[in-house]
């Protein structure tokens, strides 16, 4: 068996009246990278008949799951399957031009992960690009390093790094917000190459309000995870500016004694920061193990 060097990622859902079209424009521009590789369709429990079409494409390999799991779960099922030294990720629904999958090849050798990052000229909507430099700010603070796009979910990543971080990704849409901090803060190297994204094919099966807490609950989760006191640290301040603002204020404008609900606020601010800093030790740990 030939040594396979990539492996593309298709997850799916409910995407019957595109996937042929994308599996086929695919195939085209893999055929012109001049390396091995293999296409893998995880099909998520679709109910729109695109299991019945996956099942005419050939030259795939097709995994099916007896029910809707979740993006995230076509993701890692998709890994676990890969044979390639390299594994790319990409959505069904016509966003991405398969045929730039060449400039995230041409720099794989540099970087542990490369994110094909939507620039200016996409057809994107407005109240998602506003979210999305939300969790870019916040994430490049979690990580003291700029992040350009956090969501992206076109990307290929060295195969051992995606196996080696496979049982922290959730199942569902927020998979590249986790990699993307996951792959940041173990120390790997991550570089941005900019692409036109179109707009998908069908209908969004994101639920704006729904998918932002979800995203920023898997940012805290994330940063708890691998940088506890940049979560714990400013919380701590905060109690402890409160209360001390509240004893200042009691003490030199009422003339009244140290308050108590200030000691209470100190003291939480000190219990929260010792939190942070034993979690900072037990994450150390956790990173020594492994």
């Keep these: 068996m030939r040594d396979i060097e990539l492996s593309v990622i298709v997850p799916v859902f409910n995407e019957r009246l595109v996937v042929r079209q994308t599996i086929e424009s695919l195939r085209q521009a893999l055929d012109h990278l001049g390396i091995s590789w293999e296409i893998i369709v995880v099909d998520d429990g679709s109910t729109d008949g695109t299991a019945e079409e996956l099942a005419t494409i050939s030259?795939?390999?097709?995994?099916?799951?007896?029910?809707?799991?979740?993006?995230?779960?076509?993701?890692?099922?998709?890994?676990?399957?890969?044979?390639?030294?390299?594994?790319?990720?990409?959505?069904?629904?016509?966003?991405?031009?398969?045929?730039?999958?060449?400039?995230?090849?041409?720099?794989?050798?540099?970087?542990?992960?490369?994110?094909?990052?939507r620039s200016r000229g996409s057809q994107t909507e407005m109240h998602r690009d506003v979210a999305n430099r939300v969790f870019n700010f916040f994430a490049s603070w979690v990580c003291n390093q700029k992040i350009r796009d956090l969501t992206s979910g076109f990307r290929l990543v060295r195969a051992d790094v995606a196996r080696t971080l496979i049982d922290l990704l959730p199942n569902t849409f927020s998979y590249p917000t986790t990699l993307t901090l996951a792959v940041l803060r173990s120390g790997y190297s991550v570089a941005y190459v900019p692409i036109v994204v179109r707009r998908r094919v069908g209908h969004s099966k994101l639920r704006l309000f729904a998918a932002g807490v979800?995203?920023?609950?898997?940012?805290?989760?994330?940063?708890?995870?691998?940088?506890?006191?940049?979560?714990?640290?400013?919380?701590?301040?905060?109690?402890?500016?409160?209360?001390?603002?509240w004893y200042l204020y009691r003490v030199f404008d009422e003339h009244r004694p140290f308050p108590p609900i200030s000691i209470l606020?100190?003291?939480?601010?000190?219990?929260?920061?010792?939190?942070g800093l034993l979690s900072e030790q037990i994450t150390y740990l956790r990173h020594e193990r492994r």
């Design 59 to 117: 030259t795939v390999l097709v995994k099916t799951h007896p029910y809707n799991i979740g993006n995230g779960a076509a993701i890692k099922s998709g890994i676990r399957m890969s044979r390639g030294n390299y594994i790319l990720m990409m959505d069904a629904d016509g966003q991405h031009d398969p045929t730039d999958i060449i400039h995230l090849v041409e720099v794989r050798e540099r970087y542990d992960m490369v994110v094909a990052e």
């Design 265 to 275: 606020l100190m003291l939480s601010a000190l219990f929260i920061f010792l939190i």
């Design 214 to 245: 979800r995203f920023f609950s898997i940012l805290l989760r994330i940063a708890v995870f691998f940088a506890p006191l940049k979560v714990f640290t400013p919380l701590s301040l905060i109690f402890f500016a409160t209360g001390f603002g």
